[in-house]
């Protein structure tokens, strides 16, 4: 059983900058893709950042140009540095990835910014 483990969310301020952890309970490269998504209240989960195994990277959301996804290899960890927080970056973050067999989600790290 493939677990994603998030940590790194809380209440920040406006203007200041986030690094979320994912910490998955096998190896990184095991992983075709992984990634952040992220789910604010009464809207649809969309894709912040993705990271695939040949290294490309893909932002396609709102945050493009704030958003950096990037791994730790000495860790095993995947992190998501998000700057210039706005009150829209306000959700749920969830850490996901996916092999040949099935796709994986964490339990959600809650980020809330405020002025």
């Known amino acids: 059983q493939v677990q994603l483990v998030e940590s790194g969310g809380g209440l920040v301020q406006t203007g200041n900058s986030l690094r979320l952890v994912c910490a998955p309970s096998?190896?990184?490269?095991?992983?075709?893709?992984v990634g952040w998504f992220r789910q604010a209240p009464n809207k649809a989960r969309e894709l912040v950042a993705m990271?695939?195994?040949?290294?490309?990277?893909n932002y396609p959301g709102s945050a493009e140009g704030r958003a950096t996804i990037s791994r730790d290899d000495i860790k095993s960890a995947v992190i998501l540095q998000l700057n210039n927080l706005v009150a829209e970056d306000t959700a749920v973050y969830y850490c996901?990835?996916?092999?040949?067999?099935?796709?994986?989600w964490g339990q959600g790290t809650q980020v809330t910014v405020s002025s």
């Open positions: 096998r190896n990184i490269d095991s992983f075709n893709e």
């Open positions: 990271l695939f195994r040949n290294g490309v990277t």
């Open positions: 996901y990835a996916r092999d040949d067999y099935s796709n994986y």
